[in-house]
C-alpha cells in the first residue's frame, strides 16, 4: 500500500495567518492528490482535488501544490473556520489511503 | 441534489455480523464508484472498501476477507456487510461517492456516517 505521510500533526496559527501543511507519499503518485477537511462530528469535505484543482463552492483562500510524492496545502489568510483536521488522500491506486490528519486550531 | 443517507449502525458483540446500508439519492449508485470509509473514536480516516460501475470490488488489506461490498442498483443503495466483527472495527462508518477521471479521482460526497460500536 502507498503511505501518506503528513506534517505537521497539529499545528496552531492566527487569524491572517498563512498556513501550510505538507504531505509525503511513499512512491510517486503523479497528481492523484486530494484534500479534505474535517469538523468535528462532521463528515469530511473535499476541499483540493488533483493536487491543486479547488472544489467547487470552497474559498480561494485554499490552494495546493505539488506531483510526484511531495504536496503542500496551502491556506492564504487563515480564517475563524478554517478550525478543523485535514486529511491528504492519495487515489493514484485502488486502495485509496489517507494521511494521519493535521489538526490546525486558531489561537 | 446529491444525498448519501447511512444506516444499519449500533451496538454488536465481538464475533457478530452486521450489514450497513448507505441510501443514495441525486444521482445513480451504478455510475462511477462508491466507497466505504471508518474513522474510530479520535482517529484519523481509514479506507475500506470501494465498489466500481463495473461492479469491481476492492478492500483494504487489514479487513482480512471480513468485509464485502454490494450494491442494489434497482433500490440505489450501496451495503457493507461486515462478518467477524472485532473491537477494533469500532468507529463512524461513512459512504462516499467517488469520481474518476484520467486525471482526477476523488469523493465528492459523504454521507452523514453511521455508528458501529464492537462490546460485549
Known amino acids: 500500500d502507498i503511505q501518506m505521510t503528513q506534517s505537521p500533526s497539529s499545528l496552531s496559527a492566527s487569524v491572517g495567518d498563512r498556513v501550510t501543511i505538507t504531505c509525503r507519499a511513499s512512491?510517486?503518485?503523479?497528481?492523484?492528490l486530494n484534500w479534505y477537511q474535517q469538523k468535528p462530528g462532521k463528515a469530511p469535505k473535499l476541499l483540493i482535488y488533483?493536487?491543486?484543482s479547488l472544489q467547487s463552492g470552497v474559498p480561494s483562500r485554499f490552494s495546493g501544490t505539488g506531483s510526484g510524492t511531495d504536496f503542500t496545502l496551502t491556506i492564504s489568510s487563515l480564517q475563524p473556520e478554517d478550525s478543523a483536521t485535514y486529511y491528504c488522500q492519495q487515489s493514484y491506486n485502488t486502495r485509496y489511503t489517507f494521511g494521519q490528519g493535521t489538526k490546525l486550531e486558531i489561537k | 441534489e446529491v444525498q448519501l443517507v447511512e444506516s444499519g449502525g449500533g451496538l454488536i458483540q465481538p464475533g457478530g455480523s452486521l450489514r450497513l446500508s448507505c441510501a443514495a439519492s441525486?444521482?445513480?449508485?451504478?455510475?462511477?464508484?462508491m466507497s466505504w470509509v471508518r474513522q474510530a473514536p479520535g482517529k484519523g480516516l481509514e479506507w475500506v472498501s470501494v465498489i466500481y460501475s463495473s461492479a469491481t470490488t476492492y478492500y483494504a488489506d487489514s479487513l482480512k476477507g471480513r468485509f464485502t461490498i454490494s450494491r442494489d442498483d434497482s433500490k440505489n443503495t450501496v451495503y457493507l456487510q461486515m462478518n467477524s466483527l472485532r473491537a477494533e472495527d469500532t468507529a463512524v462508518y461513512y459512504c462516499?461517492?467517488?469520481?474518476?477521471?484520467?486525471?482526477?479521482?476523488?469523493?465528492?460526497?459523504w454521507g452523514q456516517g453511521t455508528l458501529v460500536t464492537v462490546s460485549s
Open positions: 512512491q510517486s503518485i503523479t497528481s492523484f
Open positions: 462516499a461517492r467517488g469520481y474518476s477521471s484520467t486525471l482526477a479521482d476523488y469523493f465528492d460526497y
Open positions: 488533483a493536487a491543486s
Open positions: 441525486g444521482f445513480t449508485v451504478s455510475g462511477d464508484y
